[in-house]
């Protein structure tokens, strides 16, 4: 078993292994060490017999509550490897065979460990002497942005990109890997866990086909050729994430291209002077202009809402189309209250199908959506009455989810238990 071990921990030496042996994930040696101290979990071994010297450190957490352990690990800035069993162990014949599942990252943590209403970003950037290309994806929600620039200020432009959406872990190439003040800005200003990921897996032929096999060949061509830098760095984020995830992340679909003076760009020490989404003194959302405004019901409202702070319009079009639904709103108070209350109780639909395609969703979490579901037919009839502009096109474009709804309805219990093995 130790030699299974040894083998699947050479692979993956940049993380902390989760070895499954039945109801607990095991760490040893190295890993044991490191967790015990960073987990306060107490040290043993199976080889007493030994010199203290020779015994092999273990320790391990319950399988079931994994989670709480694995976000600590994370929020430290570790990458932990999960490792199961791929066979029925009373069907196996000697060993049972194991393998990685999923490594788990600071950008790639499931939603259960994450604040409802903020954005966990994962993002990758490619350099080179002539361009730069960034992209920024939340696997929660399966939503993705991408940009490109080019010429003597590029830099500039991709340091305000990341103070923009902070990201949490970040992919580079060669490029930006050598520049010292990219890194900076990532690790000691933003806190993020930063790592050279090479150059081949940001190839342009490869990455053009993965780009076109994930988001579909319209979303791709909306990638501009003459810089391809974009189509690099999101090619090579997404070899990032098929590398890592291990699994189905069909729900990453929806691809944003935004070009230079789309948004108002502004540098890390305006955001932070402008006190946008967390104060200087403290970093916190209270005290913040984020925290005036924010009376959103839904985690998913409150999402939208920070993203739109932190890239303020520059269209007049745009504006004007987000204000006049804002206008309509606030003349009409008593059909506003009725909608604010139709949205009280929806949960959160993105991250929880998110869960549903992760394979990480429980009953509860089926449960919860169902609850959501339920809500649609009395949240489109509260929209009814604005049925001009931007809230006209919301209403009419609300899909009610009939289907799924029935088929949850028929298939899961009023009240489901935590696991699906009950």
């Known amino acids: 078993m130790m030699k299974q071990y040894l083998e699947i921990k050479e692979q993956n030496k940049d993380a902390i292994l989760f070895f499954r042996l039945g109801d607990f994930y095991e760490m040893f040696n190295e890993d044991a ?15 007493r017999s030994r010199p203290e010297e020779e015994r092999t450190p273990m320790c391990g957490v319950p399988y079931h509550s994994c989670d709480g352990y694995i976000a600590r690990l994370i929020a430290k800035g570790y990458k932990v490897a999960i490792c199961e069993q791929t066979e029925d162990p009373a069907a196996a014949k000697g060993l049972v065979k194991r393998d990685i599942i999923r490594v788990v990252t600071p950008g790639t943590v499931d939603s259960s460990m994450l604040e409802g209403s903020q954005s966990n970003y994962i993002c990758a950037v490619y350099m080179d002497g002539e361009n730069a290309g960034l992209c920024f994806c939340d696997i ?21 990109e990341l103070g923009r ?12 890997f050598g520049r010292k003040e990219l890194l ?30 994930q988001y579909g060949a319209e979303a791709a061509a909306r990638l501009p050729r003459s810089n391809p830098a974009a189509m690099m760095a999101l090619g ?19 691809l944003e291209y935004y070009e230079q003076g789309r948004f108002m760009e502004l540098d890390l020490s305006a955001r932070r002077n402008l006190e946008l989404t967390a104060t200087m003194r403290e970093n916190k959302k209270h005290g913040s202009l ?10 998913m409202g409150g999402r939208m809402l920070r993203a739109w702070l932190e890239r303020p319009l520059l269209s007049v079009a745009a504006i004007n189309r987000r204000l006049s639904a804002v206008d309509a709103l606030v003349k009409d108070s008593i059909n506003r209250e009725e909608l604010v209350l139709a ?13 549903v395609v992760y394979g990480s969703a429980g009953g509860r979490d089926l449960a919860s959506l169902r609850a ?13 009455p604005f049925a001009a502009g931007r809230l006209g096109e919301l209403y009419r474009d609300l899909d009610l989810l009939e289907d799924v709804y029935q088929l949850l309805c028929e298939a899961i219990v009023d009240e489901p238990p935590f696991s699906v093995r009950e």
């Not at 991408?146 to 500039?156: E, H, I, K, N």
């Not at 291990?246 to 679909?253: C, E, G, N, W």
């Not at 984020?290 to 985690?299: E, G, P, S």
């Open 184 to 213: 900076e800005l990532l690790r000691e200003k933003l806190g993020c866990r930063a790592e050279n990921y090479g150059e081949r897996r940001f190839a342009l032929e490869s990455a053009a086909r993965q780009v076109e096999k």
């Open 33 to 47: 060490l490191l967790a015990s101290q960073e987990l306060d979990l107490t040290l043993t071994t199976r080889d």
């Open 372 to 384: 959501s579901m339920a809500k649609l037919p009395d949240l489109k009839d509260k929209l009814a």
């Open 290 to 299: 984020l925290w005036v405004l924010d009376r959103t019901r839904t985690a």
């Open 343 to 355: 949205l009280a109780g929806i949960n959160d639909m993105e991250r929880l199908i998110g869960r």
């Open 140 to 160: 929660t929600t399966g939503k993705t942005h991408a940009t490109a620039f080019s010429g003597p200020d590029r830099l500039v432009h991709v340091c305000n």
């Open 165 to 176: 959406f902070s990201p949490a872990e970040a992919v580079l190439n060669d490029g930006a």
């Open 236 to 254: 090579g984020l997404l070899r990032y994430l098929y590398e890592t995830q291990k699994t189905d992340l069909s729900h990453i679909r929806e």
